[in-house]
């Protein structure tokens, strides 16, 4: 069973959710946003631990894999502590803003042995 960690838990993370609901071998286990009350209605509906902060969520061992569900100028940091804290990631697209921050991302990937 894949436990699913939603990062950015808004309109498109919650199209993450709702499709992970209907998979027999993965769950979602925890999502992270900043809006306290938008994660709080986010979780009712889904399951799983919440967090205001996704790095907190990277430190969850609950956590096997993530969804980068934010808006895309943010996927760079995001996915660079996702395979620094050994979580495969689904990255949104575009990936990433430039040519430059996608190797970045490839390449922490695959020093860090994580599907990406």
Not at 10 to 39: C, F, K, P, W
Request: net charge negative; proline share 3%; hydrophobic share 50%.
């Amino acid at each position: 069973m894949w436990k699913i960690g939603i990062i950015g838990a808004g309109h498109y993370g919650e199209e993450h959710a709702r499709a992970i609901a209907q998979l027999d071998n993965a769950v979602v286990t925890a999502a992270s946003r900043t809006n306290a009350a938008a994660l709080a209605g986010f979780t009712a509906r889904y399951g799983g631990a919440g967090y205001t902060d996704y790095i907190d969520l990277l430190n969850d061992p609950e956590v096997d894999a993530v969804v980068i569900a934010t808006p895309h100028h943010l996927h760079t940091d995001i996915a660079l502590a996702a395979a620094r804290a050994g979580k495969h990631i689904l990255l949104e697209k575009p990936m990433a803003p430039t040519f430059a921050e996608c190797q970045q991302i490839a390449d922490a990937a695959q020093a860090a042995k994580v599907c990406l």
